[in-house]
């Protein structure tokens, strides 16, 4: 019974799961439509834990570059689809300011350009666990991510629920280096592998329930990099 299963939840950095995709030659941008819900189901052991929460911790892009309106559209289009097509995902929308960076290339000129960075997600992931873990909400944590940030959060709920609880960490494709620390708070760990990110993809066509439809972004119908012709 679904009852006596732990009670479980993903916690996804958005922009960590972006990048090791973007990184990836053979799946960005194609692969970008990837449905969460259809992911997580097949990460989970169903025999023992009831998947209650996809909760996906992101920002809305921001710049001064000409398409950067359509990456925001983009980003805004996909967020919806994913609320549409399962009803256990959690949107947690932070924001982007810009930063003052001074560029440090060898022989570079220094010149201080600005540069977007996402704010709160990270916070707002971490406080997400903690609070979890808290108040009994959760079992079974799996963490998206290949950040050291989580780490504090991590060690705050091992701390207070022991062994009452299950880490598992799933690693975005090309973002496992550097994860001893985060390895040595989980149960177990694995990287998401690319296949898994190809066959877990949206409709193109999502009706709503307005009788309206959402449509995969154009400029992410694009072939992978690493199919292109050179």
């Known amino acids: ?8 939840a993903f916690y996804i950095d958005g922009y960590n799961l972006y990048r ?3 990184d990836c030659d053979i799946l960005y941008p194609f692969y ?6 259809k992911l997580c189901n097949g990460l989970v052991d169903k025999l023992k834990e009831n998947l209650i ?3 996906y911790f992101t920002a809305y892009p921001i710049g001064n570059f000409p398409d950067d309106e359509q990456k925001k559209d983009a980003h805004k289009t996909y967020v919806s689809a994913l609320k549409v097509s399962d009803t256990r995902f959690n949107p947690v929308i932070g924001t982007m300011a810009f930063s003052e ?3 440090r290339a060898k022989m570079g000129c220094g010149i201080v350009f600005q540069r977007p960075v996402e704010k709160k997600s990270d916070v707002s992931l971490g406080v997400s666990i903690v609070a979890d873990a808290l108040n009994k909400e959760i079992d079974s944590f799996y963490i998206v991510s290949g950040d050291r940030d989580v780490v504090p959060a991590l060690e705050t709920s091992r701390k207070y629920r022991k062994n009452d609880i299950r880490i598992t960490a799933c690693f975005p494709p090309m973002r496992d280096k550097d994860t001893t620390e985060i390895r040595s708070h989980c149960d177990s760990f694995s990287t998401i592998e690319e296949s898994s990110i190809m066959l877990c993809q949206l409709p193109l066509d999502i009706p709503t329930k307005g009788g309206g ?4 972004p154009r400029r ?6 690493g199919t292109q012709k050179p």
């Open 1 to 8: 019974m679904e009852k006596d299963k732990l009670k479980t």
């Open 20 to 22: 090791g995709i973007k």
């Open 32 to 37: 970008l439509w990837l449905d969460l819900g």
């Open 53 to 55: 929460a996809i909760n």
């Open 101 to 103: 960076v001074k560029c």
């Open 213 to 216: 439809h959402l449509y995969k």
């Open 220 to 225: 992410w119908d694009k072939p992978p990099r």
